[in-house]
């Protein structure tokens, strides 16, 4: 059974740090992974999405990598801004399954 | 613009009360489902469809219905609500096994 790991739960950073949040998953029969941005009680936001062949993609501040047979993925966030402030959300999509399964998050705080 | 669109965003309703949440989405996704989120637990999946007239059950099914009578619909039915229903509900769709696009969600309090 795929479990997905988030660490830290929670960070907090003043502004302008670069950091790095932490996914790791157990089972590497993997489509794809994704992070997600999510605000308090409102929606998730798709930040990246890495196909298991891939090994990194970019999206502004934000780079994330997938190494599949290790089994992790990381989100690094450049320069980071009071903005940024939020809970961030991994999710894989398995093989033989029709669903996402998500990690429980790292709750990210930026201080100014 | 590209979008999963919930009904409603809040409700609070009694016990018993047959209620429905809504979801669209404008991307002609064939891949559609619901979740729901509670403190502790993550994200859990309830129900999902392929496509238009096939659902199945996800992890938490127990409590719901849906139904997908058209591609672009996948409404959440509470037949009878009970309190531990109470959480925040939320609506995706996908293109088959790609990006998954979520609603902005529900926050269902059932008293």
């Known amino acids: 059974k795929q479990e997905v790991t988030q660490i830290p739960a929670a960070l907090s950073v003043p502004e302008g740090e670069n950091l790095v949040l932490n996914c790791s998953f157990t089972d590497s029969a993997i489509y794809n992974l994704q992070w997600f941005r999510q605000d308090p009680g409102k929606g998730l936001t798709s930040l990246l999405l890495?196909?298991?062949?891939?090994r990194e993609q970019t999206s502004g501040r934000l780079n994330a990598s997938l190494d599949k047979s290790s089994g992790r993925s990381t989100l690094y966030i450049a320069a980071s801004q009071p903005g940024d402030s939020a809970t961030y959300l991994c999710?894989?999509?398995?093989?033989?399954?029709?669903?996402?399964?998500f990690g429980t998050g790292t709750r990210l705080q930026v201080f100014p | 613009e590209a979008q999963v669109t919930q009904n409603p965003r809040y409700l609070i309703t009694v016990t018993g009360k047959k209620l429905t949440v809504t979801c669209s989405q404008n991307?002609?996704?064939?891949?559609m489902s619901w979740y729901r989120q509670d403190p502790g637990l993550g994200l859990r999946q309830i129900y999902y469809s392929m496509n238009v007239e096939v659902t199945d059950k996800g992890d938490v099914p127990e409590g719901y219905k849906v139904s997908r009578k058209e591609k672009r619909n996948f409404p959440l039915i509470l037949e009878s609500p009970s309190p531990n229903q109470t959480s925040l509900y939320f609506c995706?769709?996908?293109?088959?096994?790609?990006?998954?696009?979520f609603g902005q969600g529900t926050r269902l309090t059932v008293v």
């Open positions: 890495i196909q298991s062949s891939q």
């Open positions: 991307m002609n996704h064939e891949y």
């Open positions: 995706a769709s996908s293109l088959g096994v790609g990006e998954a696009f």
């Open positions: 999710a894989v999509n398995n093989y033989n399954t029709d669903k996402l399964i």
